[in-house]
């Protein structure tokens, strides 16, 4: 009987270890994964400032202002241009429909005010 127990204990301590070194060669190849995913965590992380420096110089006030000067061939408003909320009506509220990606859709659904509707709620 006790040598069953020992033969037991022994089979037991080998199951134990080959256990234990699974763990072990588990938790490295773990510790590798988490340095290779922390190594592309900074490259990202360096890849976003790039971007972001990037960004900013493609905002600069003073750049788009000179690319809008030469590709747009903007002029100042003039007074004819100008209207006062009281003067605006529905024809002129038709006559520049507004331009958007919902285009398709707000022409396929149903109107549910008519532009004098809209007027005046606006007053």
């Known amino acids: 009987m ?3 127990v020992n033969v037991c204990l022994v089979l037991g301590l080998v199951a134990l270890t080959y256990v234990i070194y699974q763990v072990k060669y588990d938790a490295r190849s773990l510790d590798k994964e988490i340095v290779a995913l922390n190594k592309s965590l900074e490259t990202e992380r360096d ?3 790039v971007l972001r420096a990037e960004w900013s110089l493609l905002n600069r006030p003073e750049r ?3 690319l809008a000067k030469k590709y747009l ?3 100042p408003a003039s ?3 100008l209207k006062t909320l ?3 009506s529905a024809s002129d509220i038709a006559r520049f429909p507004l331009k958007s990606k919902n285009a398709e859709t707000a ?3 149903p109107k549910a005010k008519k532009p004098q509707a809209a007027h005046a709620a606006v007053q």
């Open 2 to 4: 006790l040598r069953f």
């Open 47 to 49: 890849a976003i400032a």
């Open 64 to 66: 788009i202002d000179r």
């Open 73 to 75: 061939k903007l002029a």
């Open 79 to 81: 007074p004819r241009q």
């Open 86 to 88: 009281d003067t605006v």
């Open 107 to 109: 022409r396929a659904a």
